[in-house]
């Protein structure tokens, strides 16, 4: 499966600024990408980073489009395809297989807050609009194109990295390099009443 | 699948407590042990309401036990048997039958956090233990025992209820009846910066 992974080298992650400097965001939302570049080509997909500017020394087809994200995409959609987004930290090559193989004009993977992180386009009569509250957007395109729709349930698709708290979940549910890039950056786990979060220390 | 459903009728989701007042988060906490007990009898489970004390009025067989929680599971614990939560307000028949027809002598939904959302147990070798990171207890007692642990991959059980902001997803996923009772009390969807959360207001 040919896969866009959607990419912003420059200013990632501002979310994670109290707890990562500028530098530091760059470095980790790069090693959340090859993490997801890992996970997509171990499902069988075929990856292609469509970036806002070239990353340097990144092992990957890269594909450069400066627009917004949804025309970026549409102009380099062609069916059948997926798109999957870059900071999906707990991305496994099982739980992408799924939404690969998942039969359907569309297949989406709904994410937290209404997102739309993964995507796996059949059909030339769909376009994206990742604007706002894009899987009801999403739902909408394929119901008004007539076409079949999809929905796959995965937590590790579902999550993406945006709050300080989320790095919690990296820590506690990944397996890839991103976790160990957290930890070698004095990122660790902290637990209180019950809730999970993340301090940083040289412990 | 006989399913136990673990409830605490008395002080529930203290979390909510600025969003929701003590008699409105016991009507929803209700409302979402319903919808789960819904979802579960529609997964073809047998659902039995393992409670702290006697629930009013509730259309479920129940167990009273006010032990702690893994003391009281352990002691109702007959396998084959399930463990789901009653907060799990995004459960439906089709991310529980999953877990149900999953096969392994434990099988897991990992939530959020660590926990443990879901569980099958089909042999008696295992014990449940929730207190912590129960996820990562779950695993090391199953490997102990030499059983085969199963773990299933699910936003919708991997999501429960604990905070005002989880309130959004419920608002936004949620197919039951507490997306109504939210927005019945005002409760409604919020989105700034790109992040979903929720107000509170007679709009």
Not at 18 to 44: I, K, N, P, Q, W
Not at 129 to 137: I, K, V
Not at 172 to 187: Q, Y
Request: proline share 6%; net charge negative.
């Amino acid at each position: 499966m040919r896969t866009l992974i959607p990419y912003t080298p420059r200013h990632p992650k501002s979310r994670l600024g109290e707890l990562l400097s500028g530098r530091e965001r760059r470095a980790f939302a790069r090693t959340m990408l090859e993490d997801v570049l890992r996970a997509v080509r171990d499902a069988d997909g075929d990856p292609v980073v469509l970036t806002t500017e070239r990353v340097p020394d990144l092992e990957a087809t890269q594909h450069v489009d400066d627009r917004p994200l949804s025309e970026a995409v549409n102009a380099a959609l062609a069916p059948p395809m997926a798109v999957v987004m870059a900071d999906l930290a707990l991305a496994t090559p099982e739980s992408l297989r799924r939404a690969f193989e998942a039969v359907g004009d569309v297949v989406v993977v709904p994410g937290r807050g209404g997102g739309t992180n993964v995507l796996v386009v059949r059909h030339d009569d769909f376009a994206v609009d990742y604007h706002g509250n894009s899987l009801g957007d999403h739902r909408a395109i394929t119901a008004a194109a007539g076409l079949h729709l999809e929905e796959i349930d995965s937590f590790r698709l579902a999550f993406d990295v945006d709050e300080p708290d989320d790095l919690g979940e990296v820590l506690l549910h990944g397996d890839g390099s991103a976790p160990d890039w957290l930890r070698a950056h004095d990122v660790h786990l902290h637990v209180t009443d019950g809730r999970v979060g993340v301090t940083r220390s040289s412990e």
